[in-house]
Nanobody, 123 residues
Framework: QLQLVESGGGLVQPGGSLRLSCAAS????????IGWFRQAPGKEREGVSC????????YYPDSVKGRFTISRDNAKNTVYLQLNSLKPEDTAVYYC????????????????WGQGTQVTVSS
């Protein structure tokens, strides 16, 4: 069974950067898609980036395009999310999930959720 563990969150000032990690165990990621999602208090979980592990195709919504970058290290069975130019509205718990396809990058098509990592953007 695929198990995912997120790490790398923290408190950062507006304009700052963080790198989140999603480490997989139980299965190799080769035939999966991995998505990063976030959920702010009182809001629904939303997709912020998804990647096809086999060919590296990626998806970003307009809200993060140009600021977030998803990447994978197949040898380490790990997917990363680089967060740059962070804004207060990026504050949320960030989760990674596994799926069969990287699009649509929506929560209902992903599972095996990790416990999440908190990202707080504040001065």
């Amino acid at each position: 069974q695929l198990q995912l563990v997120e790490s790398g969150g923290g408190l950062v000032q507006p304009g700052g950067s963080l790198r989140l990690s999603c480490a997989a165990s139980g299965f190799t990621l080769d035939y999966y898609a991995i998505g990063w999602f976030r959920q702010a208090p009182g809001k629904e979980r939303e997709g912020v980036s998804c990647i096809s592990i086999s060919d590296g195709n990626t998806y970003y919504p307009d809200s993060v395009k140009g600021r977030f970058t998803i990447s994978r290290d197949n040898a380490k069975n790990t997917v990363y999310l680089q967060l740059n130019s962070l804004k207060p509205e990026d504050t949320a718990v960030y989760y990674c999930g596994g799926g069969l396809m990287f699009r649509p990058c929506v929560p209902k098509h992903f599972g095996s959720w990790g416990q999440g990592t908190q990202v707080t953007v504040s001065s």
